[in-house]
């Protein structure tokens, strides 16, 4: 079994549904952003087009990240995911550098987001579960996957741009867009083998 | 009031061009300290063995020691720097262990040197041993700067095969800067006259892969055409013009050659020492300073 995502760049409106459910559902302090969208304007007027792109981990089968850990805390796990051991980390940072996709976050301090004031009672409780001095990055909401549901991201977007399955299995709905849509990679020039793929406009 | 830090952080995030800043700027500098020192300490043992300068023996350990304190300090959780002897493929934990055979065989190697009362004597097989022992971790720490920055898949600046082998060329060059500057306080003749000339063949060989570097990065695609603008006329142009170019290759070159045409006082030959540490610290610098991120979308698209 090798989970991966497909994300339909044709149905994506940049609403920040993603990066905002996310934020909700694992509690990340600011800075840490394990979803997230960036918009580019392409080409000249009256001919331009707005591209949304969705970024998350990757969770590649050939992981720079996993290769320059020094500790082991970046590691493979069931499916092919790409998880942190927040215990094991150092926060060396070697990773944000191998990672060509911007997907990793270091978490220096459990800031406020309101920074004139301490810490709200919602975050209070959240960063009490999040780690300072580490590397950060999305794990798939594995919790949610094992007790079968969707990862947040895919759940809550409301143009249903996100598929999530089983990239080896070709009955899964993830496998058919990819092969019918034509879905590919970011950058797969580079070798990661990413199990995040694009489905073009 | 608005945090800066997070304001920049989102800027970053939304530019095509993403500047790295983790390994370089705030505690990153911390890291950038720990393989300055840790390249002065190899490149100095080793020539300290070849020249046995005892001083230069004791100075190599001292800065090895000190690297690995500032590799600390940059570390966001220190505490459990030794769970670094874990991975198998990580040039990290390659390091951490070449450090930690340098230090131990290093520091065991120059007690009975130091006239400390051990149980085996300075010229002995033990003694050996822990020479050979502190030779491997040299080697390892030179060996593997360079190769962390070019395991970095992200920065394709540093993503190159040219980059392990400058910082060893640095390293070596560090090692007889700190030589000449022992010598000019403690150690005149000839040696220095020696150490002085492979400064200068090894300053001119630096000098040749920097530009060869810059050339071969210059081509190779956007990003490293838009790293090596950082360098020369971006964030890192003054510490690459100062530091790097005017004080770490001109100066030491310019007066190496008058070196060949006419004697040189120690003194000089000493300042040559400290402008090629200079220029060692500022390459370090400019070339992680420089350091930009793989864009994510086509570099022509408008930022919005």
Redesign the interface.
């Known amino acids: 079994m090798r989970y991966g995502m497909a994300i339909d760049l044709k149905r994506c409106v940049g609403c920040y549904g993603c990066q905002l459910s996310c934020k909700a559902e694992k509690g990340s302090p600011p800075g840490v952003f394990f979803a997230r969208v960036i918009k580019r304007e392409m080409g000249t007027f009256p001919n331009t087009q707005v591209i949304f792109l969705p970024l998350l981990c990757f969770h590649c089968a050939a992981a720079p990240c996993v290769e320059v850990c020094p500790t082991g805390a970046s590691q493979y796990r069931e499916g092919g995911v790409v998880a942190i051991d927040y215990d094991a980390c150092v926060g060396c940072r070697a990773c944000m550098q191998a990672c060509p996709y911007g997907a990793r976050y270091f978490n220096r301090d459990n800031r406020a987001y309101f920074a004139d004031q301490c810490l709200t009672p919602y975050e209070m409780v959240r960063y009490s579960e999040q780690h300072q001095g580490v590397v950060m990055k999305c794990d798939f909401c594995m919790d949610r996957v094992n007790a079968g549901k969707d990862p947040a991201c895919v759940a809550n977007c409301p143009a249903k741009a996100r598929t999530f399955g089983d990239l080896e299995d070709p009955a899964s709905e993830v496998s058919r867009l990819i092969r019918e849509r034509g879905g590919a990679p970011l950058e797969p020039e580079l070798g990661t083998q990413p199990s995040v793929y694009y489905l073009p406009i | 009031?608005?945090?800066q830090?997070?304001d920049r952080?989102l800027k970053d995030?939304?530019a095509?061009f993403?500047p790295?800043r983790?390994?370089v700027e705030g505690r990153g500098l911390y890291l950038i300290v720990g393989h300055f020192l840790s390249s002065i300490g190899a490149g100095t043992w080793l020539f300290s063995v070849i020249f046995d300068s005892h001083a230069g023996l004791l100075l190599a350990v001292l800065a090895v020691m000190l690297a690995g304190v500032a590799h600390l300090r940059?570390?966001?959780?220190?505490g459990?720097?030794w769970?670094?002897v874990?991975?198998k493929?990580?040039?990290?934990?390659r390091g951490?262990w070449g450090m930690i055979l340098f230090t131990a065989g290093a520091a065991l190697y120059v007690l009975p040197k130091s006239g400390v009362a051990v149980p085996w004597a300075a010229d002995g097989l033990f003694a050996n041993l822990t020479l050979w022992v502190s030779l491997a971790g040299m080697a390892t720490i030179m060996v593997y700067k360079g190769n962390?920055?070019a395991?970095?898949?992200?920065?394709p600046f540093?993503n190159s095969p040219l980059l392990p082998v400058l910082y060893i060329v640095y390293s070596l060059r560090a090692g007889l800067a700190m030589l000449l500057v022992l010598f000019s306080l403690d150690q005149p003749g000839e040696a220095a006259d020696q150490v002085a000339l492979i400064e200068l063949w090894i300053a001119v060989s630096a000098a040749v892969m920097v530009v060869f570097y810059l050339g071969v990065m210059r081509n190779m695609n956007v990003t490293t055409r838009r790293s090596v603008a950082e360098l020369t006329s971006g964030r890192a142009a003054g510490a690459f013009y100062l530091g790097t170019v005017a004080a770490g290759l001109i100066a030491p070159i310019a007066v190496g050659v008058t070196g060949l045409l006419q004697p040189l006082s120690m003194g000089i030959l000493g300042l040559v020492g400290v402008l090629s540490l200079v220029g060692d610290f500022f390459a370090k610098y400019s070339i992680a300073k420089a350091?930009i991120?793989?864009p994510?979308?086509?570099v022509n698209?408008?930022?919005?």
């Open positions: 009031m608005r945090d830090t997070y952080l995030l939304g095509t993403r790295q983790e390994w940059f570390l966001g959780r220190p459990r720097f769970r670094m874990h991975a493929s990580s040039w990290i934990s951490f962390v920055y395991a970095s898949k992200g920065v540093w350091g991120y793989v994510l979308l086509p698209a408008a930022v919005r």
